[in-house]
């Protein structure tokens, strides 16, 4: 089974994201989750505003309480810590006034 990538894209930068952490980072700044997509410039600001605020209240790991190592584990990624390069992105994007565009790579 191959692995979706999604590409971020703008102006001002790209992120690439597998297909589900895509799909739930656009979920989170009120999108359908469809891939391809994107958003004007005007719609920007509001997307990443909504973007932070559900990437804050994310839980620290993917069970939602702190995640406890076991001995030799790996330490898992938080969707938290997923979401932080598109919202530099969309950042960079809305100081920018620029469209971001995103599809499958």
Do not use: C
Not at 24 to 42: H, N, T
């Amino acid at each position: 089974m191959a692995t979706v990538l999604v590409r971020f894209h703008s102006e001002a930068g790209s992120v690439l994201m597998f297909g589900e952490v895509a799909t739930a980072v656009l979920k989170m700044m009120g999108q359908s989750g469809v891939v391809p997509g994107a958003l004007q410039a005007a719609d920007v600001p509001a997307a990443l505003e909504r973007l932070k605020r559900a990437a804050a209240a994310a839980p620290r790991d993917q069970a939602g309480q702190e995640a406890q190592p076991e001995e030799n584990a790996q330490p898992g990624v938080s969707l938290r810590q997923r979401a932080y390069p598109l919202i530099e992105l969309l950042a960079r994007t809305a100081a920018k006034e620029v469209a971001v565009v995103w599809e499958q790579e």
